[in-house]
């Protein structure tokens, strides 16, 4: 599974997806009230400890580069674990991931706020469908804090990939991920020390275990997305809701009712179509070398934003 093929590309991005499903799980495992910071900050940590390894693809020459917009992502990626943890722990596992779902809509709504990039008349429905299908699958009386933290979580997803753009150019994925976990570490810690809990060694391998499976996510991707475009494969991220719905109803015995499966379908849909269309503008990277470099100069971002969804989960979409 190199990821050179579109179709090993697609295997690695449904693995993924199924790691990040798993990583959700250890969260899901903790529970309902307890201490958010303390894991927030152990996961951090964690990470970061995986990440060592990889410290050699880091650019010496540009390491703080673009520092004031790593520390704004870095924060804000802190923020999005602690309301992850709280809607995972709340809510079931199928409907946290649907509203995760939101966030690349919420990009294409800040994009054009900010960026005054132009919405297509597919892109305006898929904004509108998505929010009609949060509202579908939520329901008035089933809006409480959770289902807010959710939201907010993908919220801090669309934010932190619409901020891509603004980071350097220089700098690899894993340098990026590498700076987004280092500098929340002062933060991360100085909440948990606030918080003042009593420690808690099962919330260490729920935070390895949570770790290990969104680092798993991260590398699938990067090698989904080295060797193929993103818009020949990008709709298989989405499988990620079928592993949340098939464990959820298998683990923890979580029916999906026909609101969540309409509202689930008015999200998703139109983001697969909005893939497809790219798809069939665009052949496969390789397949006419004389327009590679064009392809691969109008993927970049498209691809920076799915690698960057990983540390949200990524870090799907992304997630935290």
Known sequence: ??????????????????????????????????????????RILITLVFLLPL???????????????????????????????????????????????????????LSAIFFSEKLTRLSMATVISGFAGIIVILRPVDFNWAAIAALVSALT?????????????????????????????????????????EWQPEMLISAAGSAFFILGYNIAVLLAYHQVDANQVTSA???????????????FGEVPDLLFIVGSLMIIVPLVMIGLR????????????????????????????????CSFKQDSIAKV
């Open 157 to 197: 997803l669309a934010i932190n990939a619409v901020l891509v753009r603004k980071l350097p150019q220089e700098q690899s994925t894993v340098h990026k991920l590498f700076l987004n976990y280092l500098l929340v570490i002062p933060a991360a810690g100085a909440l948990a020390l606030w918080e003042g809990a």
């Open 55 to 109: 410290i050699g693809k880091l650019n010496r020459d540009h390491l703080f580069s673009g520092f004031g917009v790593h520390a704004l992502r870095a924060h804000v990626h802190l923020a999005g674990i602690l309301v992850m943890v709280i809607a995972l722990t709340n809510l079931p596992l199928a409907t946290a991931n649907a509203l995760f779902y939101a966030a690349p809509i919420m990009v294409m709504a």
């Open 1 to 42: 599974m190199s990821g050179k093929t579109v179709n090993s590309a697609i295997l690695l991005l449904v693995i993924g997806n199924a790691m990040a499903i798993l990583s959700d799980i250890f969260i899901k495992t903790l529970e309902p009230g307890g201490s958010v910071f303390q894991f927030a900050f152990l």
């Open 237 to 251: 991220e989405y499988t990620g809701l079928i592993w949340a719905v098939a464990i959820g109803w298998i683990w």
């Open 278 to 309: 790219n798809r069939k503008r665009s052949p496969a990277r390789g397949f006419n070398p004389a327009s590679r470099d064009r392809e691969h100069s109008a993927s970049y971002e498209a691809r920076q934003r799915s690698e960057e969804s």
